[in-house]
């Protein structure tokens, strides 16, 4: 369910960026075709570490993060018991240092497997049919 709501968050933020990003400093904006994997990253990465920084210190906890995933409590509660942990599972696999907390560069690492997740042609594009795409359709399983 992480990925759900890393999914459901990433698309908001990339499709509600320009709103977002009034005030921001300009950054390269999509091509016609779609958007690269280092501008998914500069449109996402902030809002999401920001988000999921609760105490702003420069670190995700796992605290942060179950805190994060609690938000998508109703589809974990339809999760069975393996897939109830798949955040956990997620949070290990990308605290890379094993220090316990996420750094912003493992968030940018786990929003790049994301990408790769949602990148179904392979392009290093992401369509907006692909950010629209079903959590289900994506190339890698969960």
Do not use: C, H, Y
Request: net charge positive; hydrophobic share 45%; no cysteine.
């Amino acid at each position: 369910m992480i990925v759900r709501t890393l999914i459901a968050a990433g698309a908001v933020m990339a499709l509600g960026g320009p709103a977002l990003a009034q005030n921001a400093p300009a950054k390269a904006a999509p091509t016609a075709a779609g958007m690269t994997l280092e501008q998914f990253q500069a449109k996402n990465g902030d809002k999401l570490f920001a988000r999921l920084d609760a105490n702003k210190d420069g670190k995700i906890s796992p605290d942060e993060f179950a805190a994060f995933r609690k938000q998508n409590a109703e589809v974990d509660a339809k999760a069975s018991g393996k897939a109830g942990k798949r955040g956990q599972r997620l949070f290990a696999r990308f605290d890379t240092d094993k220090d316990g907390s996420l750094s912003r560069t493992e968030a940018d690492a786990l929003l790049a497997w994301r990408f790769k997740r949602m990148d179904t042609n392979n392009d290093g594009v992401l369509t907006l049919e692909e950010l629209q795409a079903k959590g289900g359709k994506a190339k890698v399983g969960v």
